[in-house]
């Protein structure tokens, strides 16, 4: 007997479970942005969506609620993710990144995720690769996947990693996207950024700002300045050109997983 999975389907009333505690340090606008990628993609007979990280699935869901808002539900979900402890939280981590750290390690993280993508709806439904990107991703086609979403190990060698193999996995017309591009290299101090690539988070010298110092560094390297929003970026595969997208002037289209509050919070983060 499963004792923490009847526990999250008595609590949740079958739906997922995304509380604020576990879920999101902050707000994440990048949900929207990701909605908005499936709208761009919508009438094709399948969208086959690969995500690397997908945590508690939340965004998995968000993929899964796209597909049902602008292409009938057509299409595929595939997740690579170890779930497996990967980061030892610095002194100065901040309580969600303790929990974070937490709830991966007693394995928690992992009940809540199965959970989740048991909601899943996609008509060609759902394959989780329970590996790290660096075995799973050379397993997968050439051209397979109309998105990929690299979202998994934030340290420079691992994310170089994931960009690269992702750019291989993308059909043509396809786009590429990533969050938490907080700082571009370019605003950034050479040194300090070569210092700090692989550790997962490190704050700003002389500022409040947290950033992930890999994604900034291996973002640069594969595919140079992007424009982002919010720290989410895009960029689409024509032939040989990747050319990025901008989310200027997007419908605001928060999925139904989320609660109301944190609903709110994200629409009102977005107006900012
Ligand atoms: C930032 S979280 C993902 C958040 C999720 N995409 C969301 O928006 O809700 C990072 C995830 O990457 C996973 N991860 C860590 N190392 C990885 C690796 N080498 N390959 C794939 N996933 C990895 C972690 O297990 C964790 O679940």
Redesign the pocket.
Known sequence: MDKTADLLTLVSGGEPFLDKGV?FGSP?P??VFMMDLIRRLSGKPDIRVL??????????L?WDAALAKYNDGKGALTS?????P?FTPPVEATPFERQFARI?ETGL?YDI?RHNTGCIKASGGFTHLR????N?LPQLRDGHFDVV?V????RYS?AKF?LMEAQRLLADGGYLCG??LIIQAEDCDPEFLAETREQESVRMPDTDIRFFPGVTAAVAEVLGPLPTRKGFWAVQKNGSKWDAVTFDDIEAEVPNHFPDDIRDAILKDLAE
């Open positions: 879920c994440r990048c949900h995500e690397i990280g997908s945590w508690l699935g939340a965004s998995l968000t690579v993710d170890p779930h497996n990967y991966m993280a995720f590996a790290g990107s660096k799973a979403y979202d998994g190990d934030h691992a994931d969050d938490d």
